[in-house]
DNA sequence: TCAAAAGTGTTGACTTTACACCCATGA
DNA sequence: TCATGGGTGTAAAGTCAACACTTTTGA
């Protein structure tokens, strides 16, 4: 049995490759935006016929001459007009029978953009924001990349400091505290949330009030420079490797 | 310029696929084992020019008619023998210059074995346990590979029942801290370690005893059938999603 | 003056770490 | 009897969770 499947790596030059490049890989971004005290995803309605009716993530096939994560930022910056933007990779779906239309092995990225963003404009009318809460049913296996993509997001955001990506440049505490809610999908307690994320030393205080508020105005406070990370797309593929 | 980057996932169906069909997809399997109080990694050497004298991961071309998954089963049973692994999809690499012969993104897996199962059988004779610790350079970007699955493994081992699989079905506490110890390369207290163990009540106490060391024997524990969990191969792809 | 949120500390519960002695076995 | 690791508990430090009142502002 070994024998037949006996195929190394090392031989693949030898080897006619025809029957191996008949499959498709593309990347599909999840793209998370907060607005309305709501954790988002942009989708666009899907014009396949089977599934119509239904909504998608945004993506892409994968070019010849194009990394993984240069394709994804592609697919971000064509659908957002965004290019500076939070991108990391979180799992590879490849059943076979993944899409109607074929054999795509499709990579997932997750993403996070401000919504309020001065660059930031959908261009396709199908293209919309929608509550991450409300989500039932996606087309292709979207909805299992969706959970997946979410699940990452929330392992992450205690840990690191990534969320920033989905709040304006200024930001109060309280509005800090109602994004880990939405994201998390639980309430915080207000005096502890404070003091964890005093105890990280992520932020920089502005001195600067809310002037929008109808009630005290809080402090305004910004990322420190230094925990500013976006893509990682000029670093080779050791930089994945030091990832974690 | 959004427009001639405008490509639509749902738009798949209608276009050329020939462009598209370039690009071969691979996946390479980490395949972790434990022995001589070391963590090792199933290395072959390469045989591509570009590599000679070095060591790679084993692979194989994803076939157009089975699952990211099923390619790594069948990879691991091919060079093992083993056919009930664990099995944990970490990351795809998928830089345009990281194979020599041509495009190919390839999917990362790491797995874990208990290299003195009767079953385990290695398939060729440029096949060899290598030290994790010692290994500097690696074929293609397998080291990089190499690394972000030892990360990954690292993260896993200390929240979830994984690392029995690399350990025979009996073992003693000594056994399992030492394991720890190997793949977290730092020292562990035995009394803290015992009662964290205790804690997560993942064992069974065997009422058995080591009899083969030349010093009082340990007690023998296995891991409870509840927390065994091999491979995710027979179950979809909704499957990953839960996996978090 | 009311409503809304800002801002701020302490206590008790729990978790984590550091640490040492006697015991059982084989050589 | 010696060497090796087995087996066990406690105290101190640190972390986490629960909880309430006064202040500031705009309406």
């Known amino acids: 049995m070994a024998k037949e499947l006996n195929l ?8 006619s490759h025809i029957d191996y490049f ?15 005290k709501e954790l988002k995803v942009l989708l666009i309605k899907s014009d396949l016929e089977d599934f119509s009716g239904l909504y998608s993530l945004l993506g892409d096939l994968v070019r010849p001459d194009e990394d993984l994560e240069t394709a994804s930022y592609r697919v971000l910056i064509d659908r957002t007009g965004m290019d500076d933007v939070y991108l990391e990779q979180v799992h590879t779906f490849g059943s076979i029978g993944r899409h109607p239309s074929g054999r795509v092995i499709t990579t997932a990225y997750y993403s996070l953009i401000d919504v309020k963003h001065h660059k930031m404009q959908l261009n396709h009318n199908e293209l919309h924001w929608h509550s991450v809460k409300d989500i039932q049913r996606l087309a292709f296996d979207h909805k299992a990349i969706l959970d997946t993509c979410l699940n990452r997001l929330r392992q992450q955001v205690m ?4 969320v920033f ?9 309280r509005e800090l505290q109602e994004l880990y809610q939405a994201i998390l999908d639980i309430d915080l307690d207000r005096r502890n949330f404070r003091k964890k994320i005093a105890i990280k ?17 809080g402090k305004l406070y910004k990322l420190k420079p230094e925990f500013r990370k976006k893509t990682t797309l000029q670093k080779s593929s050791v930089r994945q490797a030091d990832a974690y």
């Open 165 to 173: 990506n989905l709040l304006p440049e200024k930001f109060s505490l």
């Open 8 to 15: 190394k790596t090392a031989e693949i030059e030898k080897i």
């Open 159 to 162: 840990e690191h400091p990534v």
């Open 201 to 217: 030393d992520w932020l920089v205080d502005l001195n600067e009030m809310e002037d929008d508020v109808p009630h005290r105005p």
């Open 22 to 36: 008949n499959i498709a890989i593309s990347v599909d971004c999840v793209i998370f935006g907060y607005d309305n």
